[in-house]
């Protein structure tokens, strides 16, 4: 359910500053902040307390409360997909991933290289320690390196840190804290179950409707 639309990180080295704009986002989580120009996200702001959703289901109250306004385009992004991710998470893999335009992912990194692995390679749903993250960034002794770049993720919940775990199962407090990031994982693996189930339903349901002979003799046995 990851989104197989890259992003880009767009560099203005040497042109004219940003002109950032900010937007805020009412979501299940609490007010959002996000700000960004037109080259790219500059930043995601989680709120630092969180009233966090007791049920199971989606919802439909997850829209821009403020700066709506004279939005940049990958503030557009940004948002359309945030509403996606808590509403209708399915739709995320059809949806571009803004242009990300923060000092820490233009310059040359391992915390860089670190966060573009996380983005690319674990999937919605999943979960890696901070070891098979440093394995799959390219270096293996490097697991407390990963720590410090996820403590540094300028642009969570996108650039999935929760997804991040340690080796006894518990979550990091960082991105959000402990609580935050444990509802963001189960979020994602109910609604990638209940996906699952609606796949599995969907090609019962078509292998009936080709054979109905056979779904007959079923029904009267």
Same mark, same amino acid.
């Given at each position: 359910?990851?989104? #197989?639309?890259?992003p880009?990180v767009?560099s203005? &080295?040497?042109?004219?500053?940003?002109?950032?704009?900010?937007?805020?986002?009412l979501s299940?989580?609490? /007010?959002?902040?996000?700000?960004? %120009?037109?080259?790219g996200?500059?930043?995601?702001?989680l709120?630092?307390?969180? @009233?966090?959703?007791?049920?199971?289901?989606?919802?439909?109250?997850c829209?821009? %409360?403020?700066?709506?306004?004279e939005?940049p385009?990958?503030? &557009? &992004? %940004?948002?359309?997909?945030?509403?996606?991710?808590?509403?209708?998470?399915?739709?995320?893999?059809t949806l571009?991933?803004p242009?990300f335009?923060?000092?820490?992912? &233009?310059?040359?990194?391992?915390? #860089?290289?670190?966060?573009?692995?996380?983005?690319?390679?674990?999937k919605?749903?999943?979960?890696?320690?901070?070891?098979?993250?440093?394995?799959?960034a390219? =270096?293996?002794?490097?697991? *407390?390196?990963?720590?410090?770049?996820? #403590?540094? =993720?300028?642009?969570?919940? @996108?650039?999935? %840190?929760? *997804?991040?775990? /340690?080796?006894?199962?518990?979550?990091? =407090?960082?991105g959000?804290? *402990? /609580?935050?990031? +444990?509802? @963001?994982?189960?979020?994602?693996?109910?609604?990638?179950?209940?996906?699952?189930?609606?796949?599995h339903?969907?090609?019962a /349901?078509?292998?009936?409707? +080709?054979?109905?002979?056979e779904? *007959?003799?079923?029904? =009267?046995?």
């Amino acid at each position: 359910m990851a989104s #197989r639309l890259v992003p880009k990180v767009n560099s203005k &080295q040497g042109g004219s500053p940003c002109r950032e704009k900010q937007v805020a986002l009412l979501s299940p989580l609490g /007010r959002m902040e996000i700000s960004g %120009c037109e080259s790219g996200v500059h930043e995601i702001k989680l709120p630092k307390t969180s @009233l966090l959703p007791s049920g199971a289901e989606p919802w439909a109250a997850c829209e821009v %409360c403020e700066g709506a306004e004279e939005m940049p385009e990958p503030l &557009q &992004q %940004c948002t359309a997909w945030l509403r996606a991710y808590f509403c209708e998470p399915a739709t995320t893999e059809t949806l571009p991933v803004p242009a990300f335009h923060h000092p820490l992912l &233009q310059r040359d990194s391992f915390t #860089r290289q670190v966060l573009w692995t996380l983005l690319k390679d674990v999937k919605f749903g999943e979960a890696v320690s901070y070891k098979q993250l440093a394995d799959l960034a390219g =270096n293996s002794r490097a697991a *407390r390196a990963v720590g410090g770049a996820m #403590r540094s =993720n300028p642009i969570p919940i @996108l650039i999935p %840190c929760h *997804r991040v775990i /340690r080796s006894s199962g518990a979550s990091g =407090n960082y991105g959000g804290g *402990r /609580r935050m990031k +444990e509802w @963001l994982l189960s979020h994602e693996k109910l609604q990638k179950e209940k996906l699952a189930l609606s796949s599995h339903g969907s090609l019962a /349901r078509n292998e009936l409707s +080709e054979h109905p002979a056979e779904s *007959r003799e079923m029904v =009267n046995i």
